[in-house]
């Protein structure tokens, strides 16, 4: 495969255009940012996200062009509303992903677009577009860091590079200011050992909050002057990164039903499946194995005290599927993580490594449970998870998504007016109108 460099990235953040490429290409951008919009409404009923949100409130109030997704028509400067914007947005972990970057590259991007495109008065065709150059660079970049590194880090260290390259197209940057931007937004961006937060789960999670804030930052500086030192495509003799135009990412992404890390996914999937099918006592279950990948087994919490703690379990929310046949919002509040029936059944959950399924990650990310109840085994054979590429979300069921996740904050009528002026020659103001009143 040819190798590609920082010049060629350049060259893709000022040429690229949606209106040349396929519609499908179109569609998946306009499907990443309706569902970013809803998780980032959701995410601001979050316990956390209100510390950030008071920061950008105390930091960023003056001269405010960029909303706040919280409802509350608030707005801020657009450094602080992307900060606070793409924190929530990951907060829920229900934001979109790309397995082989294994990250959220909507959720880094989305956010600082969409402040910078509102603080321009831009139309949604100019959003649409960086957040499509976007998205491809940033998971480019992870590749290519993952490649060069041979270590795993989160969305924020990547992503950057993405937010940098989405605000560089819309304020029309020069070749070399772009070259500068996504320079100093790899240079700057946030390290986000993973593991570490899959291992010990704090607010800090992907990293997302932190690398799109980088991502703007590092282009309003490239602007004004602030040189970088190349990037990671200068680096990457590997061919491991497809050229631009030869692969559209975006639309390789999935989507997720449930608000955990999306290894645990298939898992809840089959838990449900099986709960639905079988008719199974939750009360009878005696040891619930899980069989997947080795990554995955690592989510070991099993008496989360927190949201993010509930996130990165894999116990948890297979008990709390099994036991009340969801795994929703509603499944991060207290009460629900302090349920004695929940908690007996998540130290009831033995994770293990499946040699198969570890060798198909992470192209598939799968998982079979077994359900013993002392007098009956219960086999979900190997599931994969809804909103997986091969297994896409029908367009009812991310509808019913989204207005699941932005209810009480606003109507449910939002979702399909949000969908409709994605698709129509309006400005970014009228686009987001819902959230700034």
């Not at 306009?30 to 601001?44: C, E, H, K, P, S």
């Not at 997720?256 to 099918?277: D, E, F, H, I, N």
């Not at 919490?301 to 099994?322: C, D, G, H, K, V």
């Not at 698709?423 to 103001?429: L, Q, R, T």
Request: net charge negative; with cysteine; hydrophobic share 40%.
């Amino acid at each position: 495969m040819d190798t590609i460099d920082t010049t060629d990235a350049v060259t893709f953040v000022h040429s690229a255009s949606l209106r040349e490429l396929p519609l499908s290409v179109e569609r998946a951008v306009r499907i990443r940012v309706l569902d970013t919009l809803a998780a980032m409404t959701a995410g601001y009923r979050q316990d956390g996200v209100d510390i950030v949100r008071q920061y950008a409130l105390d930091r960023f109030g003056g001269n405010s062009t960029a909303t706040l997704f919280d409802g509350s028509g608030t707005s801020v400067r657009s450094e602080g509303a992307t900060l606070a914007n793409a924190t929530a947005a990951n907060a829920l972990d229900i934001d979109d992903g790309h397995r082989e970057v294994k990250g959220h590259p909507a959720a880094v991007v989305v956010p600082a677009a969409l402040a910078t495109a509102e603080s321009a008065n831009a139309t949604v065709e100019t959003l649409l577009d960086a957040v499509y150059v976007g998205y491809e660079v940033g998971v480019r970049a992870g590749l290519a860091m993952h490649e060069i590194d041979g270590v795993y880090t989160g969305t924020g260290s990547w992503g950057a590079v993405g937010a940098g390259a989405a605000v560089a197209r819309i304020r029309e940057f020069s070749p070399e200011q772009t070259a500068h931007a996504l320079g100093v937004a790899e240079y700057h961006a946030p390290r986000t050992p993973i593991m570490r937060g899959v291992e010990r789960p704090g607010m800090t999670k992907d990293g997302i909050g932190w690398g799109s804030y980088v991502g703007i930052v590092s282009a309003h500086l490239a602007k004004s002057g602030f040189t970088g030192s190349g990037t990671v495509f200068d680096e990457d003799d590997t061919g491991s990164v497809a050229p631009f135009g030869d692969v559209h990412h975006v639309t390789e992404a999935y989507l997720k039903p449930y608000p955990c890390c999306r290894w645990v996914q298939p898992g809840v999937a089959a838990a449900l499946s099986l709960m639905k099918t079988a008719n199974i006592d939750s009360t009878a279950i005696e040891t619930v194995r899980v069989h997947t990948f080795e990554e995955a087994t690592h989510l070991k919490t099993r008496n989360p005290e927190t949201p993010e703690e509930a996130q990165y379990s894999y116990p948890f929310p297979i008990a709390a599927a099994l036991v009340r046949e969801q795994f929703t919002q509603a499944e991060h509040a207290s009460d629900v993580l302090s349920d004695p029936d929940i908690l007996a059944l998540s130290d009831a959950v033995e994770l293990h490594v499946d040699e198969t399924l570890d060798g198909r990650f992470p192209g598939e990310c799968l998982a079979r449970l077994e359900l013993d109840t002392g007098s009956e085994t219960y086999d979900s054979k190997v599931t994969r998870p809804p909103g997986a590429r091969e297994q896409p979300l029908a367009a009812d069921v991310r509808r019913e998504k989204a207005r699941r996740l932005v209810t009480p904050t606003l109507p449910m009528s939002v979702v399909e007016r949000t969908e409709q002026r994605l698709c129509d020659s309006v400005s970014v103001g009228t686009l987001l109108s819902p959230w700034r009143t």
